[in-house]
């Protein structure tokens, strides 16, 4: 399955339009990972636990979306789209959403 953010792959025409396909993962950090931000967060520097939380969510939200695009038999997804978002109290949960156009090249 090629995943691509461009609305098209270069040298390989899209023969059909599948539709739209989507992913969406709501993903909680715990209570560990977010005294471990807020140490970062006070003394500087990256949040490694945080960052896996977010690679977490995206790569899940990402195979959903592919193979939602496999179920309608695409081979390709084009134009996709990443969206990032907190939700919950005090922005405790992360929410990623993908989107894109399942097509067959």
Do not use: C, H, W
């Amino acid at each position: 399955m090629i995943l691509s953010t461009t609305p098209q792959i270069e040298g390989r025409p899209i023969r059909e339009y599948k539709g739209v396909v989507t992913g969406e993962v709501i993903i909680g950090a715990n209570v560990l990972k977010d005294f471990m931000a807020g140490l970062t967060d006070f003394f500087g520097g990256r949040s490694g636990s945080y960052e896996k939380v977010l690679i977490e969510a995206k790569d899940s939200s990402m195979q959903e979306m592919m193979q939602r695009a496999q179920a309608l038999g695409a081979n390709a997804v084009v134009g996709i789209d990443i969206d990032y978002e907190t939700i919950g109290a005090n922005g405790s949960m992360l929410m990623v959403a993908t989107s894109g156009t399942a097509v067959v090249i």
